[in-house]
């Protein structure tokens, strides 16, 4: 589910807790979460309902009129109307292990293991770790500059960084990128 800054914003402020969306099927679902450009948003619930059924009160916790609501809804022919009521932002739990530098042997033997995984998935062959010199040698320099170092398309690099990500090694930056104190701890062990 995508929220654009503005509805990010007043949900932030507190104006939007309720959001309709119309999909075949929902990408969100009660009790999980939804990582945005503000924070990780708790979902409280997902509910399949009717246009009919929502009401003007309901339009209005969503920010807007119900006649603006039902038009953007009708937008999309195809697909179920889902009501999703939203929680409070939570902190992001990447962000604590990208901050968690005190690695034991087990934390390295699984990282290498888990970045080994990758590489192995590859069709480039190994990248894991000449990703993770790179950004270590060049913070915050352009995704696009460092694709072209080696000869990627950007979208291939950012998808390949977002995976060291995951795994709380490296920061997201505009522009650019960081390795983490996870990372630099682990790129100091190997």
């Known amino acids: 589910m995508l929220l654009r800054r503005v509805v990010l914003d007043s949900i932030i402020t507190g104006d939007v807790d309720l959001v309709f969306r119309r999909w075949k099927r929902p990408t969100v679902k009660t009790g999980g979460s939804l990582r945005t450009q503000a924070g990780m948003l708790q979902i409280k619930e997902v509910e399949l309902v009717s246009i009919d059924s929502i009401s003007e009160a309901d339009a209005l916790r969503a920010g807007m009129s119900l006649e603006r609501l039902v038009e953007f809804l009708n937008q999309k022919k195809e697909g179920d109307v889902y009501r999703v009521e939203l929680g409070s932002f939570i902190e992001d739990p990447r962000v604590a292990l990208r901050e968690d530098d005190r690695l034991t042997e087990e934390d390295v033997d699984r990282l290498m ?23 270590e040698a060049n913070p915050h320099v352009r995704a696009q500059d460092l694709a072209d170092r080696l000869g990627l398309e950007k979208d291939v690099f950012k998808n390949d960084v977002r995976k060291l990500k995951m795994l709380g090694l490296t920061i997201s930056h505009s522009p650019g990128y960081e390795v983490s104190p996870r990372g630099k701890e682990l790129l100091r062990r190997i």
């Open 113 to 135: 293991e888990r970045l080994n995984r990758l590489d192995g998935a590859s069709r480039r062959g190994p990248w894991t770790l000449l990703f993770l010199r790179l950004l």
